[in-house]
Each structure stands twice: as C-alpha cells, then as structure tokens.
C-alpha cells in the first residue's frame, strides 16, 4: 500500500472519541499528515490540542487551507455509531474531489453510493476509497486456523471503544523491541489503515465473520512468530456482540487480553451493566472451552481518564480483582504485559514455538 499524506477531516469532534479513526491514523499511522480540518482548533498544532498523540500537525479549518500542506488524500477521520457521513463533512469532501484528492473513508455508508461524490469525482479523477468493503470470496470457516504454527493472541474488551486496537499495537511494539516476531492484525478500519491490510469484519455478512477471522490469521507472515489480533466489540454490547463473538471463534486464539476501561460501568448507549472484571473473564474462557481452549493471560487497564497517581492505583485494582498481570499498555508501555504474554505461552500446545521457547 503507497504512503499517503492525508489531510484528516474531523470537523468539531477533534476531542471527541468518535474521532478515534483520526487518533489512531495520527498516533500509530506509517502515513505522513499534512493537515487536520477541524475550524473548532483552527491554528493550533495536533500536539497542543492532543499531546497524548505525540504528533505534530496544523489544524486548519478547511480543505482550501489544507491543500497548502499538499495532502494526497482527505481522511475522514470518525466513527460514529451507525458509520454515516456527517452533514458537516459534505462540502469538504466535494472540494477535495474538485481538488483531485483521494478521498478516504471507514465508515458504513459508502462513498460509492453517494452519485453526487460519485459523477463529481470521474469529473475531477478524483479516486474515493471505502476501507470497510471486505473482499470478495471470503469463504466460511474452515478449522485450518487451529492449525496455524503462530501463537495467537486476541484482544477482548469490556465495551467498544476502550483501547482493544491500541492495545494490540503496543504490544506488537513491546514484542519488537524485545526481540520477538510478531504481527499486528488488523479487524477494524482504522487498524487497517495503520496497518497497510486487514479486513473490517462488522461489515462481513455474519455467517462469514469467522471465515474472515481465520483467514487474517492464514494470512500471517511465515515470518512472524505471534498474532496479536485487534478485537472489536464486546460481549456485554447488544448491537456489537456477534462481531466479537465471530473474532473469538474465527481467529481460533490461544491467548487473549482482556481490555477495561475504568470510567466504564456500563455498556455506553445502552445502560447494561458490565460484570465485575473476574466475571468477564471467566465468561470469554467458558465460551472458548468446548471448542479450543483459551484463556486469559494478562489485563489492559484504559486510565485515560485518571491522573498518574489514580491510575496506578485502578491498575493495583485489576490486578487484585483477577489475580494477573494487569497495565495501561498505552500509558506505561507494553513491555510488562509482553512479558506476561510469553510467560503464558509456554503453558499453550504452542508452548515450543521460537516464541514461547524464546527468553
């Protein structure tokens, strides 16, 4: 996949969490940014308004001003629920298809389907990307995941949105950094942007989510020895269930991190109560006992929301709630929970594999 410049679209939602596809594509993105829209910051940089990014950027307050940076493409930047392009995006996606940009988008409803970005853009040349179409030929699951050589590790959460993504990218930093071969699979749009490949499963027709799932594993560098597979999801969401459930079954784990966020005592939108930390646990691991056993080895504690002192603290917390290892991978590194991950492997049928036997 060519490097992009994107300019990145998120007008008045910057700071907001659905702008997650632009946090993620700033933080973790191998692509240059030459731009964010968004008037609310308008002549500030990314990394004043969102240091935690650890980027710099301008911010503009429209697609003309933008072009002086020279983008490639415009990135639209959120995900919202029910993935619709917001009103307010409108005019600047048509200009960046009169300015010949390519036009990128994770979101449900397709820039394909719209005939005005469609007649405007074979006027222009303008190319329109939705990164949420999976490919075609996805067949149904087959068993061949059982069977792969990688240790595979999937991410399971509490909720949506709390750092499954973030997570998985961490740690696949912390395994480089220790020597380890490891691959980061993506299962989302905005994974898949940072990662150059993968297929968004919630867009997949349900029946074929886990065929999806195992051929992302399939489809693992011979050269890796781990996956750390994106999970999306949670068991807990109405809406978003059968995603994670496909993911737990189709990608056929021997490991998985369990992600919580703690300014979460519900499902957010819906009001359901999420079960105490040991609770969720056990109920991933009852699921995957019949078929292939899987168990959780290490805790992914989100304290985005919390001070330093506060944060170790509700960290001390997970840990004394399930008894292991538990950290906020994006806030203090992944190395400790890295550690925990190879620790558990040798207790997998994996356990002789170069990277459980590794250390």
């Excluded at 189709?250 to 991190?257: I, T």
């Excluded at 699921?287 to 292939?292: D, E, G, S, T, V």
Aim: net charge negative; with cysteine; hydrophobic share 50%.
């Amino acid at each position: 996949m060519p490097v992009r410049r994107y300019a990145i679209l998120t007008e008045g939602q910057l700071l907001d969490r659905r702008a997650k596809t632009a946090h993620g594509v700033i933080q973790y993105g191998r692509d240059e940014i030459a731009a964010v829209i968004d008037a609310e910051f308008a002549g500030k940089d990314v990394r004043d308004v969102l240091p935690r990014l650890q980027r710099s950027a301008p911010i503009v307050a429209t697609l003309r001003e933008a072009l002086a940076y020279e983008p490639t493409s415009l990135l639209l930047g959120v995900a919202n629920q029910g993935g619709f392009i917001p009103e307010a995006f409108r005019p600047h996606i048509l200009a960046a298809i009169d300015a010949g940009l390519e036009i990128v988008s994770g979101l449900h409803q397709l820039l394909r389907d719209d005939a005005e970005f469609v007649a405007r853009a074979k006027a222009s040349g303008a190319s329109l990307w939705d990164v949420r179409v999976p490919p075609e030929g996805i067949p149904l699951f087959s068993g061949a995941a059982y069977r792969v050589p990688q240790l595979v590790v999937l991410a399971v959460g509490s909720d949506c949105a709390v750092g499954k993504k973030s997570v998985m990218i961490e740690l696949d930093r912390a395994a480089r950094a220790a020597g380890d071969r490891s691959e980061f699979v993506a299962t989302g749009q905005t994974g898949t942007l940072i990662a150059g490949k993968g297929i968004v499963v919630d867009r997949v027709i349900s029946d074929f989510i886990t065929g999806a799932a195992e051929q992302l594993v399939l489809g693992v560098s011979a050269d890796a020895d781990v996956a750390l597979v994106e999970g999306q999801g949670s068991l807990w969401h109405p809406a978003y269930a059968p995603v994670t459930l496909g993911l737990l079954f189709g990608c056929a784990p021997d490991l998985l991190v369990m992600c919580i966020d703690t300014a979460r005592t519900e499902v957010e939108g819906y009001g359901v109560a999420l079960p105490p930390l040991a609770e969720m646990i056990r109920a991933h691991e009852a699921l995957l006992a019949p078929i292939k056993p899987a168990w959780v080895a290490a805790v992914a504690v989100n304290t985005s929301s919390l001070p330093d002192d506060r944060a170790r603290a509700a960290i001390a917390n997970a840990h004394a709630g399930c008894g292991l290892p538990a950290d906020d991978v994006v806030r203090f590194g992944g190395a400790r929970l890295w550690r925990a991950l190879r620790e558990a492997a040798r207790e997998t049928p994996k356990r002789l594999t170069r990277a459980a036997a590794a250390g």
